[in-house]
């Protein structure tokens, strides 16, 4: 008897879940980024974490950049040049756990940083639904359509471009609400 009855919780907590969703499944999402210089990538990835609550990681080089602002941006340009992918840090999680994953990426000469293009092309992303988001300073270049390229067997939707300072700064040049309008464009995705 006691087994029948841990089957019916079970089947009574499924069922709480799917009335308090509407019926439906929720579905899971991790938020990836990587971010360097002022941490805008980061500031937008943890926006969408904050109104989603979802798992949210960051990618960081084995060999972390090194030297002056001038200097990682050489270093950067030279990466992206010659298709380098730097060696990223093992990922304290299980890509396949999660239904959708937004991943975010600064412009690095007119693409995605190296170290974001090391993560997808590690990936399989077979049946899942890709977020790609990207930050810039005005030149938003080729980044959304090179990491729809790299997201093969994926479903990409709701990409955003978010602007910032021309100036390698901080300020936020995409208005709040096309900000929040993505938001809410992802949170209907779950």
Known sequence: MKKKSKALDLELTSSSILIETGGKKMKKLLIIYYSWSNGNTERIAKMLQSETDSDILKIDTVVPYSG????????GQNEVQRGYEPEIKP????????DVIAVGTPTWWYTMAPA????LHQQDFTGKTIVPFMTNGG?????????????KG?????DMQIQFDS????NLETPQEQINEWIQSV????
């Open 154 to 158: 994926a479903n990409v939707v709701c």
């Open 187 to 190: 949170k209907n995705l779950l």
């Open 139 to 151: 030149w938003p270049g080729h980044v959304i359509k090179d990491m729809k390229a790299a997201c």
């Open 116 to 119: 974001v293009k090391t993560f």
């Open 91 to 98: 990922l304290d999680i299980n890509i396949a756990d999660y």
């Open 167 to 170: 100036t390698g700064g901080s």
């Open 68 to 75: 002056s602002y001038d200097d990682v941006v050489n270093q």
